[in-house]
């Protein structure tokens, strides 16, 4: 079966809580996820990771919500620290190296960018060699 990039409707499909996020938007972000899926993935993983991933980045951008609310904040990343007096809030960012040294720990931050991730290490499994 010939390999069919995933669409806007297909994003919608698999996660209806992206449906007020405008079509263009989507297929843009599909279009830089599907370049991270390339030929060498199984068949099977080459149409979800993909989704998985555009939805993973379109939470971070704050999706669906900002496209609900019509407000433009982004995530980013977890609150570090929250202030209600004279308001002070500090992010801890993501894309960051975790505790243990992995610099994957931003697909951690959503459940789709673990999914995503749990499909990576499916395709490319870690590599002992002794």
């Known amino acids: 079966m010939a390999y069919t990039a995933p669409t806007a409707a297909d994003l919608k499909a698999r996660f209806p809580e992206f449906a007020a996020v405008s079509d263009t938007l989507i ?3 599909l279009e830089e996820a599907s370049a991270q899926v390339g030929e060498t993935w199984l068949e099977r993983d080459r149409k ?9 980045l379109l939470t971070m951008e704050g999706e669906p919500g900002r496209s609900a609310s019509g ?3 982004a995530t980013t990343g977890p609150v570090r620290r929250r202030k209600v007096g004279d308001v002070e809030t500090e992010f801890a ?6 505790a243990n040294g992995r610099t994957d720990a931003g697909y951690e931050m959503t459940a789709y960018g673990r999914q995503f991730l749990r499909l990576l290490r499916l395709n490319f499994p870690a590599v002992a060699v002794v």
């Open 71 to 73: 407000q433009g904040s």
């Open 27 to 29: 297929n843009l972000i």
């Open 48 to 56: 979800p990771a993909p989704l998985y991933l555009a939805a993973h």
């Open 93 to 98: 960012g993501f894309g960051r190296a975790d």
